[in-house]
């Protein structure tokens, strides 16, 4: 089996799968008038350029940190907007940003990872692989999981190679964005259907805990690698696996909470009420966090090729495909607000520091929302 064989894009996937691209896929769902229940305003505005890749924002400390595809990554204060700082890595990104406050990475398209400090580059180190999912930067340490699945640990202050971790590599694997996320002293990452815990100091395994079962005729349907963002509630990380199924696993044991068959090719957002996630059509579910029991179901947005959700507060928040801003009724998926931002594709999670929501658009709008 060849390199590119191995390495089929998300969407390329999707398209064979369930239409997801090309002219088999519906057009977006017309939006119904809505009478808002609560009231939120658009607080401030910042602009960068295209942003096409799977940019994941980072929050730490009241500030936001984002990137476009040039390789310009900028610093902003959450609460008004007002520039920290920016700067340019010089090369196209393929992933970004991963920060912890004082150090910020990011991946570029030629296989380049780079730290910043303070908004000035401080190394590059090559990776053997390409990477769509976000650096993790944390306890001095910068981590990376590329789309083979392999994992690798860098010294955050001169980029010296610590440790590499590498599963036997499945058959196929997603050219999407993973799981990467700290656990107290644990490194939690997505490998193949199984959420796994690693040892941050030197790369070992602790547990796997496996969300579907893969299952189908060939490679292609038996795919379910776990898909990026997951979310973190205490000891509990709520995942789904691609176009199989959402879980919850315990972090401290090791151990499958619970898990739902559900198709979809986008994360979850979760608190300790509900687990929300969309499926391929665009329909909007949610789970009880406590056990996985259905709780509710939108179909208002179907084939508006929505965003992974987050829950904030007593609200559920997605994306869409035409630059509209979604909330929910996280108890009842009840619509209770709706707001535009520059009419392009809105693909990355939604981020919240405090009460300001972020939001990116592919033509590089920041639309910084807060209720009133």
């Known amino acids: 089996m060849t390199l590119w064989s191995r390495r089929i894009g998300a ?9 997801c691209a090309g002219s088999g ?11 808002a229940k609560v009231s939120g305003k658009r607080v401030w505005r910042e602009d960068i350029g295209k942003v096409t890749f799977p940019l994941a924002v980072s929050v730490n400390g009241g500030v936001f940190t984002v990137a476009d595809d040039s390789g310009l990554v900028l610093a902003l204060q959450a609460d008004t907007g007002k520039e920290v700082w920016r700067a340019e890595v010089g090369a196209k990104l393929s992933a970004g940003v991963g920060s912890d406050g004082r150090f910020t990475s990011v991946v570029t ?19 053997p692989s390409r990477v769509v999912t976000a650096p993790l930067v944390a306890g001095e340490r910068v981590f990376v999981v590329a789309v083979d699945r392999s994992v690798h640990a860098f010294d955050a202050l001169d980029g010296r190679k610590l440790w590499t971790y590498q599963r036997p590599s499945d058959a196929l694997n997603l050219a999407s964005a993973s799981v990467l996320m700290p656990f107290r002293d644990t ?17 070992t395994p602790r547990w796997e805990a496996t969300l579907a079962s893969p299952r189908g005729t060939n490679e292609v349907e038996r795919l379910a690698d776990v898909v990026g963002p997951a979310a973190r509630v205490r000891d ?6 691609y176009q199989a199924a959402v879980a919850c696993v315990n972090a401290e044991r090791g151990s499958t909470v619970w898990t739902r068959n559900a198709g979809g090719i986008v994360g979850v957002g ?9 499926d391929a059509s665009d329909r909007v579910n949610a789970w009880k966090t406590s056990d996985g029991t259905p709780a509710w179901t939108i179909e208002g947005l179907l084939y508006r090729s929505l965003s992974a959700p987050v829950v904030l507060g007593k609200a559920v928040v997605v994306g869409d495909v035409k630059g509209m801003v979604h909330w929910f009724a996280r108890d009842t998926g009840e619509a209770v607000l709706r707001l535009p931002t ?13 009460l300001t929501l972020l939001v990116v658009t592919t033509d590089g709008g920041l639309y910084a929302f807060r209720p009133e």
Do not use: H, Y
């Open 11 to 19: 969407w390329a996937i999707c398209a064979v799968l369930v239409g």
């Open 25 to 35: 896929r519906p057009d977006p769902t017309p939006l119904q008038a809505l009478e």
């Open 109 to 127: 398209r030629d296989n380049q990872l780079v730290t910043l400090q303070a908004g000035k580059v401080s190394w590059r180190k090559p990776l």
């Open 187 to 203: 490194l939690v990452v997505g490998q193949g259907a199984k959420l796994v815990g690693l040892d941050p100091l030197v790369g």
């Open 236 to 241: 509990v990380f709520c995942a789904r696996a």
């Open 270 to 278: 979760a608190d300790d009420q509900m687990v929300v996630g969309v």
């Open 342 to 354: 520059d009419g392009s594709a809105i693909r990355s999670t939604p981020a919240a520091s405090g």
